[in-house]
């Protein structure tokens, strides 16, 4: 059994974010013959890190993407082989029955992230919120994830040199806010629009935040 079900979709920039589930033997053939990360051997790696390794390939699939490589730098940031004109970003989040697999193309500098509700987040909090993004957001897992997410897509897109605490910021005015627009984050004080949603499987699956930008809108 395989399946890749797509939730979130954007075209400019061009992005999608699903749930995927496959079985071992499923994993393994396709781990065997994929040429989506041809630098990596796929096929040596556990069952949970292939699962995550074919849901991205699903997901690029799902962008028309078919054929596009993927390599990675010293700094494990993803990079098109061959194509230095298009930036890309991955992300990916396992669960105990599967897996988040988000991924973004563009012609510029994007980051794309999906980060899960945690209650760990709260005590993390104070290494990559300041005091005011802190009094801001309050002590909400959802709240926390999502913030999370932005500065996680911020950090993917114009990395690796930034300290979420003091070179990232997030301007937060409410989760509704937030869900029904595009927010801002501030990378050294260069401000940026970015996208938030939640996702949900109609299953009973723990929802995730993605995060996508900067964008446009």
């Known amino acids: 059994m395989a399946d890749f079900t797509v939730i979130f979709k954007s075209l400019a920039p061009l992005a999608t974010a699903g749930f995927g589930e496959c079985d071992k033997s499923g994993m393994a053939e396709w781990a065997a013959a994929q040429d989506r990360f041809p630098h990596r051997d796929v096929a040596a790696l556990p069952p949970a890190r292939q699962l995550e390794h074919w849901c991205v390939d699903q997901a690029f699939h799902a962008i028309g993407q078919p054929d596009l490589r993927i390599a990675h730098n010293a700094d494990g940031k993803p990079k098109a082989v061959g194509r230095p004109e298009i930036h890309v970003s991955i992300a990916h989040h ?9 991924v973004a193309c563009s012609d510029s500098a994007i980051g794309i992230d999906v980060e899960a509700e945690r209650d760990q987040l709260q005590r993390i909090a104070p290494r990559f919120l300041s005091e005011t993004e802190r009094a801001a957001l309050g002590a909400s897992p959802a709240a926390l994830a999502a913030a999370w997410a932005v500065k996680e897509c911020m950090f993917k897109a114009f990395g690796p040199a930034l300290d979420f605490r003091a070179d990232l910021k997030v301007e937060w005015s409410g989760m509704e806010t937030a869900e029904a627009a595009v927010i801002t984050g501030s990378v050294r004080g260069q ?3 970015y996208r938030l949603a939640q996702l949900r499987m109609a299953d009973g699956h723990a929802p995730v935040w993605l995060a996508l930008g900067p964008v446009n809108q």
Do not use: F, L
């Open 94 to 102: 396992s669960t105990s029955d599967g897996c988040w697999a988000a």
């Open 191 to 193: 401000a940026g629009r």
